[in-house]
Structures are given as C-alpha cells and as structure tokens.
C-alpha cells in the first residue's frame, strides 16, 4: 500500500497537470487574444451573419491537452478512486467546449462558415459583423 506521502505527491502532480492545461488552451471568445497574436496584421473584413447553429469543440484536436488530462485523471483515479479520476481526467483536459458555427456573407458577396467558441445567443441573423483573419485564424466579432 503506498504511503500517504506518495499519494500526496500523485495528487500534486495532477494539480500540476490542471494549470499546465489550462495555460495551453485556445481563445475562449473573440476578445482573447495570446500574447504571440497581439500587434500582428490580420485582414479585416465585414459581412453579415446569414446562419447560426450551436456547435460543440471536442478537445479530441487538442491532443497535448487530451493526454495531459488522461494521465492526469489515471492518477487522481489510482489516488482518491475511478469516479474522481474521470472527472479529473475531464476537467484537466478541457472537456468540450461551447461554440458557434457561422456562416457569412461578406460584403464582397462570398459566403464562408466560421466556427469559434462561444454562444449562438449571443449573435443574431442579420448582425453585421467584422471577420478577421491573421492567416491562421478567422474570428467573428461585432
């Protein structure tokens, strides 16, 4: 039986884990930005909201985070049992998150779909928005 010393330090690891997680995810709405995005040009243009549909991002794409949360979670689960350890597991990778899928039709006439994280009650059909681009990502905003 391990000491409670070792089951001390397995769950100091996992905590470890939860903020190293955290620390590695994607924006959580259109007004976060990382550090590397700030003072880089993105092309900017406006459009309007034609189609909303609520949408779930699975951190299965995520697989630096999805790991971190398995092992994590195996630890915690070996340490304070099963049921705790999945939902360890869960909230060190991330779980899925909230989003919206978009589809706009910009100002130039072409249509385009994007998918961000966040709420379709927040956006309305026929909401003017600004679409921007920094080559890698396309956020929506208003």
């Given amino acids: 039986m391990k000491s409670n010393a070792s089951k001390a330090l397995l769950v100091a690891v996992a905590v ?58 195996a630890v915690v689960g070996g340490t304070v049992g099963a049921a705790a350890g999945g939902v360890a597991g869960r ?10 899928e978009f589809t706009i039709r910009l100002d130039n006439g072409q249509n385009i779909a994007v998918v961000q994280p966040g709420s379709v009650d927040d956006y309305r059909v026929g909401d003017r928005v600004r679409v921007t681009n920094d080559g890698t990502t396309t956020r929506v905003a208003r």
């Fill in 16 to 73: 470890s884990a939860v903020f190293l997680a955290a620390c590695s995810s994607g924006p959580k709405n259109s007004s976060t930005f990382s550090r590397g995005n700030a003072g880089q040009v993105q092309s900017v243009q406006m459009g309007t909201i034609q189609a909303l549909r609520p949408v779930t991002i699975t951190n299965d794409s995520r697989g630096r985070a999805t790991a971190v949360g398995a092992t994590a979670g």
């Fill in 91 to 100: 909230a060190i990778s991330g779980g899925d998150t909230q989003a919206v």
